[in-house]
Each structure stands twice: as C-alpha cells, then as structure tokens.
Nanobody
Framework: QVQLVESGGGLVQPGGSLRLSCAAS????????MGWYRQAPGKQRELVAI???????RYADSVKGRFTISRDNAKNTVHLQMNNLKPEDTAVYYC??????????????WGQGTQVTVSS
C-alpha cells in the first residue's frame, strides 16, 4: 500500500504565500514523476506543476513565475511554493505521483487534497 499525505493548505490574502508539501509512504520501490493538480468548484481538475525524478519541471501558464515545484527523493516528498497568490488560485490542491511498488508495478496515486483559499 502507498499513501500520499498533503499538508500546508489554508486561507491567505491576495499577494500572500503558501507552501504545500506531500509525503509518499508505504511499499515504494521508486517514484517517477510527482506533481500537483487543482480543482476549483465547478471546474475540471487541472495540472498545476509536475517534476520528474531528474528535476525536469513543467508549469501551467497561469502559475509560471509564481509557483515553484521541488522534490526530495531521499524523503519521497514533493513541495509547491506558491507566491503572489491570486483569488483565482483558490481550489483543492491534489498531490499526484507515479510510483513503482516492490511488486515492480507502476501505479498512479493521489492524495486526499488540501484546500487553498485566497481571499481578503
């Protein structure tokens, strides 16, 4: 079994910052890409940022220059530093990871989600 546990969401004023973290635990042999997605009310889930094991990154156009994704392979964690937050960033943020277990099967895992609310 593999679990992804997110932390760091909350309420912040426009222009503020938050740092999301996600830790993977369980029967893990190797972790490939890790990423963050978000879903606002009434909208589809969308990619925010993704990072490969070799630290290649890709961002949604709407967050480029404001958000930074990073990972610690030794700790099986991924982070999302969010600066200059805007009301349109309000959403539930989900951690995602492509993980190979000790059975050598690769599966896609999701965290439970953490709420980010940007409001004055």
């Amino acid at each position: 079994q593999v679990q992804l546990v997110e932390s760091g969401g909350g309420l912040v004023q426009p222009g503020g910052s938050l740092r999301l973290s996600c830790a993977a635990s369980g029967s893990i042999f190797s972790i490939y890409a890790m990423g963050w997605y978000r879903q606002a009310p009434g909208k589809q889930r969308e990619l925010v940022a993704i990072i490969t094991r070799d630290d290649y990154t890709r961002y949604a156009d709407s967050v480029k220059g404001r958000f930074t994704i990073s990972r610690d392979n030794a700790k099986n964690t991924v982070h999302l530093q969010m600066n200059n937050l805007k009301p349109e960033d309000t959403a539930v943020y989900y951690c995602n990871a492509d993980i190979q277990g000790h059975d050598y099967v690769r599966r896609d895992y999701w965290g439970q989600g953490t709420q980010v609310t940007v409001s004055s």
